[in-house]
C-alpha cells in the first residue's frame, strides 16, 4: 500500500522557520518526483514546489510565493522529503500536503498524504 | 485568485447529475495541458479522480467522468450519492508560470 505520511506542522511566530518531512512506502521513492501543496483555511489548493529525482539532478522549482524563503530536499535512502520553511509569514499558514506522480505521466499526482498544518501567528 | 476558475459550490439530489466546470486560458488548458480532477474530503488525503482530461484510476466509478474542449474542461458526476459530497479541484500545468495549478475549488452539496 502507498503511503506518504507528512510530519512537523505547528504553531511558529512570523519570521520564524519550521522543516516539515514526508515519509513515503509502498513505492519507488528515489525513481519519483515529490511535490508540496497546500491549502490555507477557507481556500484552494495551492502549489508550493517540488524536488525531482537523482537522474534529474534532484532538480527543483518554486511557487513565487515561496521563492527564496522555502526549499525542498529529499533523503532517498530514508524514503523522506523535506520543506525547509524560512522567514515565515501568516499567509503562509495551511495544511501541507506531500504529494508525489509516481507511476504517472508527471503531470498529475496519484499519491497524497492527509496533511500537516502550519500556522503562522504571534 | 486561482489560474483556473471553478464556480465555488454545486447541487444536487440523490442520483441526479451534475457538471463542474473548469475554465483556464491560452497559458495552461489552452495551450494544450491536460486537467486532472481531485477529491478532498476533510481529514482524508486528496484522491485523484481524473487525468489526462477522460482517464479514471482504478477504483474510481465510472459515474465519474471528465471531458476537455478549448481552455476549459467539465467534471460529470452521474447518480450522486451521498458519499459524493466533497470539494472538487481542477489542475493544469501553466507554462507562463512555469509550474503546477489548481482551480479554486467547488464544493458539492448533494441534497
Known amino acids: 500500500e502507498v503511503q506518504l505520511v507528512e510530519s512537523g506542522g505547528g504553531l511558529v511566530q512570523p519570521g520564524g522557520s519550521l522543516k516539515l518531512s514526508c515519509a513515503a512506502s509502498?513505492?519507488?521513492?528515489?525513481?519519483?518526483?515529490v511535490h508540496w501543496v497546500r491549502q490555507a483555511s477557507g481556500k484552494g489548493l495551492e502549489w508550493v514546489g517540488r524536488i525531482r529525482n537523482k537522474a534529474n539532478s534532484f532538480a527543483t522549482a518554486y511557487a513565487a510565493s515561496v521563492k527564496g524563503r522555502f526549499s525542498i530536499s529529499r533523503d532517498d535512502s530514508k524514503n523522506t522529503a523535506y520543506l525547509q520553511m524560512n522567514s515565515l509569514k501568516t499567509e503562509d499558514t495551511a495544511v501541507y500536503y506531500c504529494?508525489?506522480?509516481?507511476?504517472?505521466?508527471?503531470?498529475?499526482?496519484?499519491?497524497w498524504g492527509r496533511g500537516t498544518l502550519v500556522t503562522v501567528s504571534s | 485568485q486561482s489560474v483556473l476558475t471553478q464556480p465555488p459550490s454545486v447541487s444536487g439530489a440523490p442520483g441526479q447529475r451534475v457538471t463542474i466546470s473548469c475554465t483556464g486560458s491560452s497559458s495552461n488548458i489552452g495551450a494544450g495541458y491536460d486537467v486532472h480532477w481531485y477529491q478532498l474530503i476533510p481529514g482524508t488525503a486528496p484522491k485523484l479522480l481524473i487525468y489526462g482530461n477522460t482517464n479514471r484510476p482504478s477504483g474510481v466509478p465510472d459515474r465519474f467522468s471528465g471531458s476537455k474542449s478549448g481552455a476549459s474542461a467539465s467534471l460529470a458526476i452521474t447518480g450522486l450519492q451521498a458519499e459524493d459530497e466533497a470539494d472538487y479541484y481542477c489542475q493544469s500545468y501553466d507554462s507562463s508560470l512555469s509550474h503546477w495549478v489548481f482551480g479554486g475549488g467547488t464544493k458539492l452539496t448533494v441534497l
Open positions: 509502498g513505492f519507488t521513492f528515489s525513481g519519483s518526483a
Open positions: 504529494t508525489s506522480p509516481a507511476g504517472g505521466s508527471g503531470w498529475y499526482f496519484n499519491y
